[in-house]
């Protein structure tokens, strides 16, 4: 039995999700440009699925601009919006995604202030906002860190960039589905959103406008999504994106409690089973799903492996570069050490893991932990 722990990298697909793409990948084969009958189906299919990703985050269907999912939407807006001789302010911990493009606009000439998180990933409201200054064209942030699940203060930001007339980007791509979002409530420009995070296949999501400011296409074609987005729409991922929608919209808080209590299970028995970790984020103002632990002095990619080969997956906060392991950026820029965040691994809980899983997996992890520690002990 494999036991799915990385939930936060992608997720299975919901049986549903599978049921409508299929059904759509035989019956919907037309294009939606197509003024035909086949044409109109498969544009009607998208436009449901507009309708349910909109409902999901509360905001109109025409408010919905499909994409190839998060980082093709955070692209969109950070070159859209910015260009030589603007400042956007940012977060040290934003995803690859965010923190990429924004070092090509920097080569370009933009300014960037990145805000320095505290101790557990989040950062101050107060100095965000402070940050702004009168070139400050965009402010862009993650909603909650896909690391550690930390959760950012997107509405305390968002009313400060509306009061100083700045742009506000919100990447929450890993917000949807594990907390609720509603945009009726928070005056954002635009928000990020990706289909695999959430019960839906990977390849789709979208970037959600709710201001007047239309950001340009950044892929230029036919003409497709009102001009904003060139290609030819992938119909069945998209009917797949809006039916994980639906299911979250129906199952949210339902989903929510039941990882929450996964997730604390998983902790108290990590902390009973094995000596010597930390919580990084802790439980105040991290996702109902994750849990990023440090195994003091292991070897987190070690241990990674050691857990693969007994059939849990989960993440390591470390990644191998051209060879060499490069420590998590978000955990250093939460203070932990690179020996720390080597040490430290993400579980992330969702549809389909149960009580007896978790229950395994901390099994493993009091059998494993120690047999890592003691072989890299020196
Ligand atoms: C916070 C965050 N932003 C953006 C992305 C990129 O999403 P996609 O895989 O849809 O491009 C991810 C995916 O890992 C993410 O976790």
């Known amino acids: 039995m494999r036991i799915y722990l990385d939930h936060n990298a992608t997720t299975p697909l919901r049986p549903e999700v599978v049921e409508a793409m299929s059904r759509a990948l035989r019956d919907q084969f037309g294009n939606p440009s197509s003024v035909y009958a086949e044409g109109a189906s498969a544009r009607a299919r998208i436009e449901v699925a507009r309708g349910q990703v909109a409902s999901l985050v509360g905001v109109e269907a025409g408010n919905i601009r499909f994409t190839g999912g998060a980082t093709e939407s955070n692209n969109t807006v950070l070159f859209g919006c910015l260009a030589s001789g603007d400042h956007v302010v940012t977060t040290e911990v934003e995803h690859p995604s965010v923190v990429a493009p924004l070092a090509v606009l920097e080569e370009q000439g933009v300014s960037v202030s990145r805000i320095k998180p505290d101790q557990d990933g ?135 409690e039941h990882s929450g209590k996964l997730r604390e299970r998983l902790w108290h028995g990590i902390q009973a089973q094995v000596e010597s970790v930390r919580w990084n984020g802790g439980p105040e103002k991290t996702l109902c799903n994750t849990l990023n632990i440090e195994f003091k002095g292991v070897a987190g990619e070690v241990l990674l492996q050691a857990l693969d080969l007994e059939g849990v997956a989960a993440s390591a906060g470390a990644a191998c570069h051209s060879g060499s392991i490069e420590p998590s950026a978000v955990l250093l820029a939460m203070g932990r050490s690179a020996d720390e965040a080597r040490a430290s691994l993400r579980f992330s809980i969702g549809w389909g893991v149960d009580e007896e899983q978790i229950d395994r997996a901390i099994e493993l992890l009091g059998e494993l932990v120690p047999r890592v520690r003691q072989a890299e002990a020196p």
């Open 122 to 256: 989040c950062v101050d409201a107060a100095e965000m906002a402070d940050a702004i200054n009168d070139q400050t064209k965009l402010l862009t942030m993650i909603w909650a860190n896909n690391e550690t699940g930390s959760i950012q203060p997107v509405q305390a930001v968002a009313e400060a960039c509306r009061d100083r007339g700045v742009l506000m980007h919100v990447d929450a791509t890993q917000v949807i589905g594990k907390s609720s979002v509603d945009l009726a409530q928070t005056p954002i420009d635009f928000l990020s959103s990706s289909a695999h995070k959430l019960g839906g296949p990977k390849g789709v999501g979208a970037l959600v406008s709710c201001g007047d400011t239309v950001v340009p296409a950044f892929l230029h074609g036919g003409g497709q999504e009102k001009g904003l987005r060139g290609g030819t729409e992938n119909v069945a991922s998209i009917v797949g994106y809006g039916v994980a929608c639906e299911l979250s919209a129906a199952e949210g808080p339902e989903r929510m």
